[in-house]
């Protein structure tokens, strides 16, 4: 189960990558503002990655992860439903001779909501990554959790793929609902990840024999 974890994106993803910077340069956003944007994103990932831990290791890991990752989709979904209203569907080129001029609110609403984003992403990332440890067996471990972080990093490449090729097919909004929806999936697939012990962690096989005997 934990395999079928690492190869499901954990939460929506749209907002962190290649169709983040896309909507940057189209709505507008200059070089200084585009990087001010990923600076800030930055840091608010970083300070609330912190967060996310201490609240894991009071609140239970699973528990945390699952409202971290639906926290992700929230600002995604809250985007795609912007985009519709203001009838910003399909990319359009920053080269385009008279190209459509984003609404003022449009804009803010991209700056508020990938920085709500980037909230949830620092505090779903630190948690993602230790529930592995969770699930790894102790004498292989070093290997076995290089390869769920292998899994994962194929997650973020087929992932810009498949954004950039919807978001030109069916637009923006519906791709951000597609990545929202297909970010959820992986809440269902934390409960099966082993059977818990009383720490919140899952039962090794020595600890499970321990505990028959």
């Not at 993803?13 to 340069?25: E, F, I, K, P, R």
């Not at 831990?53 to 995604?76: H, K, Q, Y």
């Not at 409960?191 to 505990?211: D, F, H, I």
Request: aromatic fraction near 12%.
């Amino acid at each position: 189960m934990a395999v079928f974890y690492a190869l499901l994106p954990t939460g929506a993803y749209a907002l962190s990558l290649s169709l983040q910077s896309n909507l940057a340069v189209e709505l507008g956003l200059t070089d200084r503002q585009v990087g001010t944007l990923s600076l800030l994103s930055t840091l608010l990932s970083a300070g609330f990655c912190v967060l996310g831990g201490w609240v894991s290791d009071r609140w239970g890991r699973r528990r945390s992860l699952a409202t971290f990752i639906i926290g992700t989709t929230l600002p995604t979904f809250a985007m795609a439903a912007a985009m519709q209203h203001f009838h910003w569907i399909l990319p359009v080129s920053p080269l385009l001779a008279n190209r459509p001029v984003p609404a003022p609110e449009l804009v803010s609403l991209f700056w508020s909501l990938t920085l709500a984003y980037a909230v949830f992403q620092g505090l779903m990332y630190g948690v993602g990554t230790a529930i592995f440890m969770d699930v790894t067996n102790p004498l292989v471990a070093a290997t076995q959790f290089t390869g769920y972080m292998a899994l994962c990093n194929l997650v973020f490449s087929y992932s810009a793929a498949w954004q950039g090729h919807a978001a030109v097919a069916w637009g923006y909004p519906a791709t951000l609902l597609i990545d929202g929806a297909f970010g959820l999936l992986s809440v269902l697939v934390l409960p099966l990840m082993g059977p818990l012990a009383a720490g919140g962690a899952p039962k090794t096989a020595p600890e499970a024999s321990q505990r028959e005997a």
